[in-house]
């Protein structure tokens, strides 16, 4: 899970935790066409993705950039979100139900990173 940020049309920061695959090239994110994220990036689509490693809270990594391409074909975004289900919860499939399925109305977010921040262990005394 990481922290997706962007911002509104009004200029105001966005943020939200949301599941991500790295494919070698993008950062890949499945949304909702009516969520508040994919409504921001459409009207600016420059965007900060920060992961914080959950063994050691002072070492993350960041990441600036542009959502480069939007997926909107259905069954590939639909195929997206399960390989996201099964990376995060274990299961094939996001949906349970052939009616949940039915409705599934998501994009994929191509996230190209401009810029990477690692931030390194911090030592304490």
């Known amino acids: 899970m990481v922290t997706l940020a962007t911002v509104s049309t ?3 920061p ?3 935790a949301v599941w991500r695959r790295w494919d070698g090239e993008f950062v890949r994110i ?3 066409i009516n969520s508040r994220k994919y409504k921001n990036i459409q009207a ?3 965007v900060s993705v920060i992961a914080i490693d959950p063994k050691n809270l002072y070492r993350f990594l960041g990441l600036n950039g542009v959502v480069e391409d939007i997926i909107s074909d259905r069954e ?3 195929a997206e979100l399960n390989l996201h289900s099964k990376l995060f919860t274990g299961k094939d499939n ?3 139900t052939a009616e949940e399925e039915a409705n599934h ?3 994929v977010l191509k996230i190209r990173p401009a810029r990477f921040i690692l ?3 911090v030592e304490t005394i």
């Open 10 to 12: 009004n200029r105001q």
């Open 14 to 16: 966005y943020t939200v």
């Open 30 to 32: 499945v949304t909702n």
């Open 44 to 46: 600016n689509p420059k």
């Open 76 to 78: 590939e975004s639909l």
């Open 94 to 96: 996001y949906y349970v």
């Open 105 to 107: 109305a998501s994009v």
């Open 119 to 121: 931030q390194p262990k």
